[in-house]
């Protein structure tokens, strides 16, 4: 145990964790150079395709130091994105230190600090790492000033590396080696390993990423998961080293995987722990903080036919991502499908991309809401995520929406388009200061329903990509909120309601007029798309109908016999309009769901 160490490497969006992570398995020559290439760790084409990282993977690295002694270094490289920020705090309970990433060019940053404070949580050793020295933008000695004004940490043990071109790498293994501390743990104890990930192998049933704290576990040992108490024969036990490579026993302190044939995925907890059904452990390892859904969205099959088979993928995908939550839900639209609640807007979308991509799943998502409380008048409290359950208007004593604490760290030049950005959203401004030269940090308070739309875009184009955004959940505060309905021809689609505040009720519903109305096909008679406030019509427009042009045989003659043939078309198409039932396409949910500007 004393050649072992664990590590993480934390930072914010795009301050260069995955590059690093690359440079470090090729010095280590886990991976020939022409089998290489740039995110290796990052194995989803989604992870690829979006230059970010959503999924933490772990890596076994051999290092020798120049005595010749041989150490086994595990890295897990984790996402940067508030909406996986799970993620990481898993990756922090199988580790004893953290790289914290700083980019020279960018410095301090919403996340850095998210993340410096989760390692701390977990008691970590914290080497601070400036990134990027390279650029010619990058300012060193600022970054290290901030690292050790908004951090405390102490700027003389930062290592100043460049992972892109592999400037100062070789200082970071040994900084690990030495600063961080080898895990504490008993080979002689009964097992106990923590499940901090798990993903489903179509040919070997699901696979368990583990850290053993104590024993050690080998080929043929009959487990036992502790909180569903199923019992399990071990058929493979090894490393993470690119590609899964089976070793013969993982013992204290060791992070690897194991295959013990677990068929059902349901059976496997993140945060579970594993012992030896022979020599169990007295009580379980703690395991992680359930985590609370911020964002809640339906998710329908396409067909109704599939709705089984999107229930199995869901629960497969629910293995590999457990910050997600779903339930049963049904509508008279859409059929039969699923209430999910996700950690973000960008979670949700990663989670659609993935159903569609992974388990070739074709669904339609409806408008993402957050979770609304209700005071009624019979005394009782009530929380509702969805639209379709909002209360009846006349019981309603009081409704309260939730709230969050938004801290934005933009260049100077930006503060008054962010702040425009902020107040139209509804939020209150509560402090501003300065961390750095340039440099000014905004907190805001508002509502989280703003921000759920596409807060983080606006912020991203207003402030050219320099802006980043971090945010913590407050409390409910009363405010006064509408349910906006949708009727198409008078018949309410219940897919297409969404809550919202009053002030924002009409633009809202105007917005989702005009959009359907591009969407929806024209039909032989007039379409009216009205958004509704109860029985109040708030907003409307018309889809006008096809026209034949019944007058064309007409040449001349008396203007009378036009009209007689155009009146007679009126009453053929009022009575059309009376049966005619309307087809509404996928494209139509989506296209209310985007942004004006998109």
Known sequence: MRHLRNFSIVAHIDHGKSTLADRLIQEAGLVEARQFHDQILDSMDLERERGI??????????????????????????????????????????????????DAAQGVEAQTLANLYAAMEHDLVIIPVVNKIDLPAADVEGALAQIERDLGLDPTEALLVSAKLGTGLETVLPAVVARVPPPKGELAAPLKALIFDAFYDPFR????????????????????????????????????????????ELSAGMVGYLIAGIKTVSDVAIGDTLTLAT??????????????????SSIYPISSDDYLSLAESLEKYKLNDSALVFQKDSSLALGLGFRCGFLGLLHLEIVQERLEREFDQAIIMTAPSVR???????????????????????????????????????????????????????????????????????????????VVYDFYDKLKSITQGYGSFD????????????????????????????????????????????????????????????????????????????????????????????????????????????????????????????????
């Not at 772990?58 to 996402?79: H, M």
């Not at 390892?285 to 911020?294: C, H």
């Not at 969805?386 to 939730?402: A, H």
């Open 279 to 296: 020599d169990p452990a007295k009580e379980p390892l703690p395991g992680f903080k359930t985590v609370k859904p911020v964002v809640f």
């Open 53 to 102: 990282t959503i999924k933490s993977s772990a890596v076994t690295l051999p290092w020798r130091s120049p005595e010749g002694t041989l150490y086994q270094i595990n890295l897990i490289d984790t996402p940067g994105h508030v909406d996986f920020s799970y993620e990481v705090s898993r990756a922090l309970a199988a580790c004893e230190g953290v790289l914290l990433l700083v």
């Open 471 to 598: 945010y913590e959940l407050l409390d409910y505060r009363p405010n006064k909120l509408v349910k906006v309905d949708i009727l198409l021809n008078g018949e309410k689609v219940d897919a297409l309601s969404v809550i919202t505040h009053k002030d924002r009720a009409r633009p809202r519903a105007l917005a989702m007029c005009e959009r359907l109305k591009d969407e929806l096909p024209r039909q032989q008679f007039k379409i009216a798309i009205q958004g509704a406030i109860g029985g109040d019509i708030i907003a409307r427009s018309t889809i006008s109908a096809f026209r034949k042009d019944v007058t064309a045989k007409c040449y001349g003659g008396d203007i009378t016999r036009k009209r007689k043939l155009l009146e007679k078309q009126k009453k053929g198409k009022k009575r059309m309009k009376m049966v005619g039932q309307i087809e509404v396409p996928q494209s139509a949910f989506i296209a209310v769901l985007r942004s004006e500007e998109e």
């Open 372 to 450: 609304y409380q209700f005071q009624l008048k019979d005394g009782r409290e009530i929380f509702i995520d969805n639209p379709q359950d909002y209360p009846d208007p006349s019981f309603i004593e009081e409704s309260l929406e939730p709230y969050i604490r938004a801290s934005v760290l933009t260049p100077e030049r930006y503060i008054g388009a962010v702040m425009k950005l902020a107040l139209d959203r509804r939020g209150i401004s509560s402090t501003m200061g300065y961390p750095g030269p340039g440099r000014a940090e905004m907190v805001f308070e508002m509502p989280l329903a703003e």
């Open 205 to 248: 049933g699901t696979v368990v990423a583990a850290r053993v704290v104590d024993g050690r576990v080998r080929v043929g040992d009959q487990i036992q998961l502790m909180a569903s108490s199923g019992q399990y024969k071990v058929e493979e036990v090894g490393l993470f080293r690119v590609k899964r490579e089976p070793c013969a």
